[in-house]
């Protein structure tokens, strides 16, 4: 071959090198999970960027794999890290905004008869998940059933608690407890606490598990953000209202971040192959309440204490309170 064929032939192989390694880092670049970022002006490009994120992976065990990857494993706080802001969680706190909807960006809108009406008969309803086929059935008879009666009953009215994913809409007041090898996620209602397990446990071997409201959550620290992992979870709604149901398939993955001195959020994934075609992804949000006078606290929840609590499902699939009865209970 001449001189000038050689160097041709050099020069084409040495251009194939680089546009492969482009290419190679463009996948890596675009496979990073994407940092924390605070809600601004932009928030909505960046909430579909974080959607996008979640749908590349086809399971919550393979994005929350590659969240503990890009964290090179992850690393714990230390005991003398507890009081620095970014794991000092301590406090009363509520949920910022959102009312009872899931996705938070969605309050503020009131249905009226006539929109439930129209989502029974097909239309799309506001909720940003992407459902299934089975998932969609579901929202519709919760649209004819409200839009025919204007109720419902909610299945937490027997006392049970409200479960994960469910958990995070509950308007209550909550507690965040950090430690090197565990985090607790309390809230007041029927006094529920979820842990997070840090100490490098797997989750419990399937053969040994079952279903649960809180499930089996473990996680790790990249840096200044917890990374959870929760499987095992009973069925549920996402909250009342025209909102989705979630199955025992259920599975999610959160970031948790203190955002500033007052105000803890999460990212949150949600996959569901019976509800879900895509997984869900939305921003959580609980702000800590002033408490100068140390007035606030988590008190024992037991809804059973007063008879006047019991709600009975009605032949329509409404709810009703029983009659009242404020004479006091014979004691036992």
């Known amino acids: 071959m001449a001189v000038g064929g050689k160097r041709a032939v050099g020069i084409a192989v040495a251009l194939a090198a680089v546009v492969v390694g482009a290419v190679l880092v463009r996948g890596v670049a675009q496979d990073r999970p994407p940092v924390w970022v605070n809600k601004g002006a932009d928030w909505p490009a960046q909430k579909s960027q974080l959607q996008a994120f979640g749908e590349r992976y086809k399971t919550s065990s393979e994005l929350f794999q590659r969240l503990r990857e890009a964290a090179g494993g992850g690393k714990n706080p230390a005991w003398a890290q507890m009081s620095e802001p970014a794991y000092d969680w301590s406090g009363v706190y509520t949920r910022t905004g959102g009312g009872l909807e899931f996705d938070a960006d969605l309050a503020g809108r009131p249905p009226k008869p006539e929109y439930y009406a129209g989502v029974a008969k097909g239309a799309p309803g506001t909720t940003t ?11 519709q008879r919760k649209a004819d059933q409200l839009g025919r009666t204007g109720g419902e009953y909610d299945p937490i009215s027997d006392c049970r608690p409200p479960g994960v994913p469910r958990w995070v809409t509950e308007p209550f007041l909550h507690e965040f407890v950090v430690t090197p090898t565990q985090t607790w996620l309390i809230n007041e209602m029927v006094n529920d606490v979820r842990r997070v397990y840090t100490d490098g446990r797997d989750h419990t071997p399937e053969e040994d598990a079952y279903p649960s409201w809180n ?14 992992h929760t499987r095992y979870l009973n069925k549920g709604q996402y909250q009342r209202g025209l909102q989705p149901d979630y199955s025992e398939q259920t599975t999610v993955v959160e970031r948790w971040h ?23 992804y939305t921003r959580q949000s609980w702000t800590q309440l002033t408490n100068d006078d140390k007035s606030l606290r988590l008190r024992y929840w037991d809804c059973r204490e007063n008879a006047n609590n019991a709600i009975e499902k009605q032949s329509d699939g409404t709810s009703e ?3 009242f009865d404020f004479e006091q209970a014979p004691k036992q």
């Open 258 to 280: 203190k955002v500033d001195a007052k105000t803890l959020q999460s990212d949150m994934w949600v996959y569901d192959p019976v509800n879900l075609a895509k997984p869900w």
């Open 321 to 323: 309170f029983k009659p």
């Open 129 to 139: 998940a992407q459902l299934t086929p089975a998932g969609r059935a579901v929202y």
């Open 215 to 228: 499930g089996d959550t473990i996680g790790f620290w990249d840096g200044d953000t917890l990374v959870t």
